[in-house]
C-alpha cells in the first residue's frame, strides 16, 4: 500500500474550529498506526456497502477534483470543515440524550493498493487511559482497539466510483457520518432483506406464542433461524 497524500485535522467542537496537523509532527508511530488503518478499511471485511445519493453532493463534487489532481489541501479543509458543522449539530440533538461525539482526529488519505487508487476519509476516535508514569488519566488513541468511523471508494480515470464502503466500531451506528456528511444511501443485500423478512415474520407470528409458550417459541424460531 502507497500512501500518496494524506491530511490529518484536530476537530474541536468546543472551539469550533478545524485545525491542520503539520506533517512534520507525525512520527513514525503514527504512520504506522494509520498503516494499519487503512488496512483494516481497505481490506473490506467488515464494511456496509453504500452509493452516493446523488453525484453533485459536496463530497462527492471533492472526489471529482481529487481525480482531476486539484490541491489535496484545500479539498480535505472543505471536507474537514463539512464535518466539523455535521458533528456540531448532531452533538446538540445527542446532548439531549446524554451522549458525547468522542473527540479525535480526522484523516483523509489517497492511497495505491494494487494498482488501485483509493480515497479514505477516517475519523480516528480517541479514548481515556490511565499513563503508566503518573498514573493520571489521559486521552489518546488506542492502539490495540482502535474506534474509528471511515469511508473508503475507489478512484477511476472517467471520474466514476465505486466500491464504497463505510465502517463505524460504534456498536450503535453512527447515522450522521454516512448520512449527513457524506449523504450517502445503504445498499441493502440479500442477507439484509431476509433478515428485515424474518423479524417482520417475528413480530407478526410469534409475538404471543413467545409470551403464552415460551419453549414452543424458542423451538420454531430456531428451527426458522
Known amino acids: 500500500m502507497d500512501i500518496n497524500a494524506i491530511q490529518i485535522f484536530k476537530i474541536d467542537l468546543n472551539e469550533e474550529e478545524v485545525e491542520v496537523i503539520d506533517s512534520s509532527t507525525y512520527g513514525a508511530d503514527l504512520v504506522e498506526y494509520l498503516k494499519e488503518l487503512f488496512g483494516v478499511v481497505i481490506s473490506g471485511s467488515s464494511g456496509r456497502q453504500f452509493l452516493f445519493d446523488r ?16 490541491d489535496f489541501a484545500e479539498i480535505t479543509k472543505i471536507i ?11 452533538q446538540e440533538k445527542m446532548s439531549k440524550l446524554g451522549i458525547t461525539i468522542q473527540k479525535g482526529i480526522l484523516v483523509q488519505a489517497k492511497i495505491s493498493q494494487d ?31 482502535k474506534a474509528f468511523k471511515a469511508f473508503v471508494c475507489n478512484l477511476n480515470s472517467d471520474n466514476s466510483v465505486n466500491g464504497i464502503l463505510v465502517y463505524d466500531t460504534n456498536p450503535s451506528d453512527t447515522k450522521y457520518w454516512w448520512k449527513e456528511l457524506l449523504e450517502l444511501n445503504m445498499v441493502f443485500t440479500d442477507e439484509d432483506n431476509t433478515e428485515k423478512a424474518f423479524d417482520a415474520i417475528d413480530k407478526a407470528v410469534f409475538t404471543k406464542m413467545k409470551k403464552d409458550h415460551p419453549q414452543d417459541y424458542t423451538y420454531l424460531r430456531n428451527s426458522m433461524a
Open 80 to 90: 474537514a470543515d463539512r464535518l466539523l458543522g455535521v458533528e456540531f449539530e448532531a
Open 115 to 145: 494498482g488501485q487508487d483509493k480515497f479514505i476519509i477516517c475519523k480516528a476516535d480517541h479514548n481515556e487511559f490511565l499513563n503508566e508514569v503518573n498514573y493520571q488519566l489521559s486521552r489518546g488513541l488506542p492502539v490495540k482497539k
Open 55 to 70: 453525484e453533485t453532493t459536496e463530497v462527492r463534487a471533492q472526489i471529482s477534483r481529487i481525480n482531476n489532481n486539484e
